[in-house]
C-alpha cells in the first residue's frame, strides 16, 4: 500500500518569501502525486497534480511542484509567498496500478499548516 | 451553485440523536466521497460511491450510514455517535470512480460536535 510523509507539521514565512513544502510518498510504481490546499473552514482545492510527463508541474496561484523518482519526493514550490497563501497544504499519492482488490485509494499526508508573517 | 455543496456546515448533536449530512454534486460526476478529517491525523476515506453503487467501506462503524440516491447526492446518516466522532466531515467527487487516479473536488466540509 502506498503511504505519504509530510515532514514539516508547521512552517512559517515572510510575505515575499520563497516557499518549499516537502512531501515524500512511498508506491511501488508510478504513483500519481497530488497537492491539495485547504483554506480554513474550507474544503480541499486541487493546487497541482502529477502523472507522467514532465516531471516539473505548474499549478494554480503560482505554486509548481517537481517529481523526483530517485528522492520519491513531491515538494511544492513558490517563489514568492502572499498573505493570502496561509492554509493547510496535503500532498497525496494515488495508485497507478490496480491491484487485486480493485480500486485504489487516495492517500493523504497529515499535512503542513503554513503562516505567513508581514 | 457551482462544484460541491454541503449542508449543514455545521452540527452539533448529542449521542442518542439521529442527524443526516448531505452533499451535493454540481460536476456531473458520476463517483461520490465521504472523508472524514480529524486533528492531526491524515483524511480518512469513509465510503466510495461510484455510479450509485458502493465501492468502498473503509471499515466503519455501522452507526455511520451512508445514502446515494443518484450520481448527485450523498447523505451519510448518522446515529448513536461518540464524542470522538467529532470531526469535519468533507464530501468530494471525481469524474469516474477510480479514487486513486482521478482528481477529487471537494466541498467545504461539516463540522460536526457530538456532545
Known amino acids: 500500500a502506498q503511504s505519504v510523509t509530510q515532514p514539516d507539521i508547521h512552517i512559517t514565512v515572510s510575505e515575499g518569501a520563497s516557499l518549499e513544502l516537502r512531501c515524500n510518498y512511498s508506491y511501488g510504481a508510478t504513483p500519481y502525486l497530488f497537492w491539495y490546499v485547504q483554506s480554513p473552514g474550507q474544503g480541499l482545492q486541487l493546487l497541482l497534480k502529477y502523472f507522467s510527463g514532465d516531471t516539473l508541474v505548474q499549478g494554480i496561484k503560482g505554486f509548481e511542484a517537481e517529481f523526483k523518482r530517485s528522492q520519491s519526493s513531491f515538494n511544492l514550490r513558490k517563489p514568492s509567498v502572499h498573505w493570502s497563501d496561509a492554509a493547510e497544504y496535503f500532498c497525496?499519492?494515488?495508485?497507478?496500478?490496480?491491484?487485486?482488490?480493485?480500486?485504489?485509494?487516495?492517500?493523504f499526508g497529515t499535512g503542513t499548516r503554513l503562516t505567513i508573517i508581514p | 451553485e457551482t462544484g460541491v455543496t454541503q449542508t449543514p456546515r455545521h452540527l452539533v448533536m448529542g449521542m442518542t440523536n439521529k442527524k443526516s449530512l448531505k452533499c451535493e454534486q454540481h460536476?456531473?460526476?458520476?463517483?461520490m466521497y465521504w472523508y472524514k478529517q480529524s486533528a492531526k491525523k491524515p483524511l480518512e476515506l469513509m465510503f466510495v460511491?461510484?455510479?450509485?453503487?458502493?465501492?468502498e467501506n473503509n471499515s466503519v462503524p455501522s452507526r455511520f450510514s451512508p445514502e446515494c440516491p443518484n450520481s448527485s447526492h450523498l447523505f451519510l446518516h448518522l446515529h448513536t455517535l461518540q464524542p470522538e466522532d467529532s470531526a469535519l466531515y468533507l464530501c468530494a467527487s471525481s469524474q469516474a470512480g477510480a479514487s486513486g487516479t482521478d482528481t477529487q473536488y471537494f466541498g467545504p466540509g461539516t463540522r460536526l460536535t457530538v456532545l
Open positions: 460511491y461510484n455510479f450509485k453503487e458502493q465501492t
Open positions: 497525496a499519492v494515488g495508485a497507478s496500478v490496480i491491484s487485486n482488490f480493485g480500486n485504489e485509494k487516495l492517500t
Open positions: 460536476l456531473g460526476h458520476n463517483a
